[in-house]
């Protein structure tokens, strides 16, 4: 499903990225994690090409990407991104569109299809992640969690075969991140292929296929979570998991 060859990036003279190579099979699910500046979410944006790289390639969901991809790839890229869906941080859902219009939005555009359709398929996505009976609410009438979880069905919406998450728990309050957690278990049970940033440990340890710890723009361990948590090799891994369970 993802393939990663020498993947290399740099903001001038610093080297974000270093040479990444890896590869997820469909239906894996990959936590991603490591120190602050590691380059995490530069690996994600480069993966459906928020941003760009300087060298290697990248092939997701069918696309293939390289360097300097530029105008002449614009089709390319739109398509690609409706088959790679990404959830931030932030939801960065539009303030003055309802939750169902939030998750139609972006069907009946790209796909063009039918308003009745794209509703019936939001209703679906809006009830999966809990929240059938809010869809005519706006953002602002909707708690961080709830907007996190439309967030998440309205990348659903795009029938995405990968799903890219960076920290989607990380601006919530602690007891709204249960039922997001919970959204992307299911998700990952259901055989979505995912990356995922997280610091939530119960996520990397029991629901994850594979952990990538990421430190100075590499993938300095890969490995189940039996291997990469409860025996990390390297001090970064160790550092990182042992700060993270104190
Ligand atoms: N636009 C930019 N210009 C210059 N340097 C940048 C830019 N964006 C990111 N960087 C640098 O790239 C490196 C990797 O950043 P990245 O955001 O990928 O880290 P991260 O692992 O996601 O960190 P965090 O856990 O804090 O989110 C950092 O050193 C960062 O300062
Ligand atoms: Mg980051």
């Known amino acids: 499903m993802i393939s ?95 939750a169902l219009d939030n998750i139609t939005l972006a069907p009946r555009i ?20 809990g929240l059938r009976d ?28 990968v799903m890219l998450f960076d920290e989607p728990t990380s601006a919530l309050d602690p007891e709204m991140r249960d039922d997001v957690m919970e959204v992307m278990k299911d998700l990952a049970k259901g055989g979505m292929t995912m990356l995922v940033v997280t610091h939530e440990m119960q996520f990397a340890h029991d629901i994850a296929s594979r952990v990538w710890v990421i430190d100075k723009g590499t993938i300095a361990e890969d490995g189940p979570p039996s291997q990469v948590v409860d025996a990390p090799k390297t001090e970064v891994a160790r550092e990182f998991f042992g700060r993270i369970r104190k």
Not at 38 to 58: M, P, Q, W
Not at 118 to 128: M, P, T, V, W
Not at 135 to 161: K, V
Request: with cysteine.
């Open 110 to 129: 790209v796909k063009r299809e039918i308003k009745e359709k794209a509703q019936e398929r939001a209703l679906e996505l809006l009830a999966k992640v």
């Open 134 to 161: 809010r869809a005519g609410a706006y953002p602002h009438e909707l708690s961080g969690g709830q907007q996190q979880r439309i967030a998440i069905a309205r990348a659903l919406a795009q029938q995405p075969d």
């Open 4 to 98: 990663v060859r020498t993947l290399s990036k740099r903001h001038g003279d610093r080297k974000v990225l270093e040479g990444v190579s890896a590869d997820v099979a469909k239906g894996e699910t990959i936590a991603i994690v490591g120190p602050s500046g590691g380059g995490k979410s530069t690996l994600l944006r480069c993966l459906n090409y928020l941003e760009t790289f300087d060298e290697g390639s990248v092939e997701i969901a069918g696309f293939k990407l390289r360097p300097n991809m530029g105008r002449a790839d614009a089709q390319q890229l739109r398509d690609m991104r409706a088959r790679v869906g990404m959830v931030f941080q932030q939801f960065n859902l539009f303030p003055h569109l309802s």
